[in-house]
């Protein structure tokens, strides 16, 4: 009887022998494959499964190893994308899952210069999370807005975005680029990101601003008009004279893209009625009733670009009080009186019309 119990108990030591070299076997790495592969996590995916889906990526040698360790450990596993790769050991990919050390995933926003905050808010809620709606909400809410305000980070930013008749209060300075973001990226985090890339780009003109004679909300208002009027760096800097002109002489503007913007229209895709071109908005300086002559509209009309600041803050040293644009090639033509402009308007009409 002695003799068989030491067989049976030799059996039982060689038998957890070997589990135990099984087990630590099975807790090495699968290979020295170092080839990162996305491991997702399902919510509410069990233990039994996870293991058995690293098992099946080739990920680990032995799901009963991990198992056994799941059991004693009893560690609680987040949800997400993982980055693994088989020379990692389960013990430093279960250090992944309970850390919530997950993939992160980027998303690339291009937004471009002359566009408004709709089309941003549009652009937003075709790539992340976030509605165009709730961008928008965001992005007008008056609290909010207030503490930008008070950021010394954003000095560009005054109690002028909060008058109650501008449509969107930042319009006009959220700098048209290409971003980023982490694809959990909240409304708030758009923004910001962007406002900071607006001070970088405006830092570098503070005291030229400052010393310009107009606000910065003024400036930043005349250069989304420049942005939608011309194209070229030079026909900019003359177009922004002529509204510097225009303002000074008490005239109005007679912007035709300020009053699409009023009417919410877009020009080249909208025909404006004879009750828009005349409706007393605060964008509308089209108004001929004398109540826009020598203003600016209330704000903005697009997000412009730095070329655009720039020649708004270093207009040419002309004297044209009108300009004219050929919508077929962005050319544009400045005349000095209103019959030169009529004559250039019916001319270049013609030429459009027979292209």
């Known amino acids: 009887m002695k003799?068989?119990?030491?067989?049976?108990a030799s059996v039982i030591l060689i038998f957890f022998l070997f589990l135990g070299c099984f087990y630590?076997?099975?807790m090495g790495a699968a290979?020295?494959?170092n080839q990162v592969q996305i491991f997702t996590i399902e919510a509410g995916t069990s233990k039994q499964e996870i293991a058995t889906n690293l098992k099946n990526a080739g990920l680990i040698r032995s799901k009963y190893s991990l198992l056994a360790y799941l059991f004693f450990s009893r560690v609680s596993i987040q949800a997400g994308d993982?980055?693994?790769?088989?020379?990692?050991?389960?013990?430093?990919?279960?250090e992944k899952f309970t850390n919530g050390d997950v993939k992160i995933n980027t998303i690339k926003l291009t937004f471009i210069e002359g566009k408004r905050l709709t089309d941003y808010a549009k652009i937003v809620s075709e790539k992340l999370n976030i509605s165009a709606n709730?961008?928008?909400?965001?992005?007008?809410?008056?609290?909010?807005?207030?503490?930008?305000?008070?950021?010394?980070?954003y000095w560009f930013l005054t109690e002028e975005i909060l008058n109650e008749e501008i449509y969107y209060p930042l319009e006009g300075y959220l700098y048209p680029d290409t971003y980023e973001f982490l694809e959990t990226a909240s409304a708030k985090d758009i923004i910001e990101t962007m406002l900071d890339h607006t001070a970088n780009k405006l830092n570098p003109y503070k005291e030229q601003i400052a010393n310009s004679g107009y606000t910065v909300h003024q400036i930043i208002t005349i250069a989304s008009m420049v942005e939608k009027e011309a194209n070229s760096e030079t026909d900019r800097e003359t177009v922004a004279q002529v509204f510097f002109t225009r303002l000074?002489?008490?005239w109005s503007l007679g912007s035709d893209v300020t009053t699409y913007y009023g009417a919410n229209k877009e020009i080249g895709v909208d025909e404006l009625t004879w009750d828009e071109l005349n409706d007393s908005n605060p964008y509308n300086t089209r108004l001929t009733d004398g109540s826009m002559n020598g203003k600016l509209p209330i704000g903005p009309i697009c997000n412009p670009s730095i070329t655009s600041?720039?020649?708004t803050l270093n207009p040419s040293d002309t004297n044209y009080y009108y300009f004219v644009a050929n919508v077929c090639t962005g050319e544009v033509f400045f005349q000095n009186t209103n019959e030169e402009f009529i004559a250039k308007n019916s001319e270049l009409s013609s030429i459009c019309a027979g292209n």
């Open 309 to 311: 600041i720039s020649a």
């Open 134 to 153: 709730e961008f928008l909400s965001q992005a007008n809410d008056i609290n909010y807005l207030s503490e930008l305000i008070k950021s010394e980070k």
């Open 248 to 250: 000074k002489e008490n």
């Open 3 to 8: 003799k068989i119990g030491i067989i049976i």
């Open 24 to 26: 630590i076997w099975g």
């Open 82 to 94: 993982y980055e693994l790769s088989p020379n990692m050991t389960p013990v430093e990919m279960l």
């Open 31 to 33: 290979s020295k494959d």
